[in-house]
């Protein structure tokens, strides 16, 4: 992907999320790795409405050298491209919304991962989401954790695609802005599933047991 074809996708990635709800006001943040550095949404933008040419370029080292200025999260984009790539070394897109119902199961009781096995598609499309505990947005600490999540998660054989920001919302990655969104629509269409069971009251879904996800990892490739 070059450059120009980067900065049409980040803006067509956020005006398909905006119009769909998945982001709202100026919540989120886009960004694309290039072999020169980086592309990144400028802050305090509404992702329904970028201009290509306003998108904030930064070298390889993460300093600006042009556009409007980069969204504080580039630290935190930064250090999920280092790790990530370790263990999928075609990840070249980090998007960060606030979506709805993600960041609701995250209001209540603490936990290790937001979701359980609900669907399959969520096991092959998203797998393991673990949840990092609350910091102000842009904290350095919050970046050291994802970093070491995504390094344990990757050690044991089952690498990630997606984190939880504990009131904040899911940070996904892959490959091109299109796949990354396809992560981030499952992960939220599966809280939301979540979420409609707790509002029914009815009783907590069971996940997929074992021999059903061990069937999803032989035939489908999936990394839980």
């Given amino acids: 992907m070059t450059e120009t074809q980067a900065r049409e996708e980040i803006c067509r990635t956020g005006r398909s999320l905006f119009e ?37 370029k930064l070298d390889a080292q993460g300093r600006q050298t042009s556009g409007d200025r980069a969204s504080k999260t580039i630290a935190l984009h930064m250090r999920i491209y280092a790790a990530a790539r370790k263990f999928d070394t075609d990840t070249a897109c980090v998007i960060h919304t606030h979506s709805t119902h993600c960041v609701a199961l995250t209001l209540n009781t603490p936990q290790d991962e937001l979701l359980p096995a609900l669907t399959p598609y969520f096991v092959m499309k998203v797998g393991h989401v673990p949840v990092i505990a609350y910091h102000r947005p842009g904290a350095p600490e919050a970046a050291e954790q994802v970093a070491q999540a995504i390094e344990r998660f990757g050690n044991s054989g089952t690498p990630i695609r997606a984190v939880m920001l504990t009131r904040l919302g899911p940070n996904v990655w892959h490959d091109t802005p299109a796949a990354a969104m396809s992560v981030l629509e499952e992960l939220e269409e599966t809280a939301r599933l979540q979420m409609l069971t707790q509002a029914a009251g009815t009783a907590t879904p069971a996940p997929l047991d074992a021999d059903q996800i061990d069937e999803l990892r032989r035939t489908f490739g999936a990394r839980w």
């Fill in 20 to 56: 769909r709800g998945y982001v709202h006001a100026t919540a989120g943040n886009i960004s694309v790795r290039l072999d020169d550095g980086f592309l990144i949404t400028p802050t305090d933008a509404c992702l329904g409405f970028l201009d290509p040419a306003r998108l904030a």
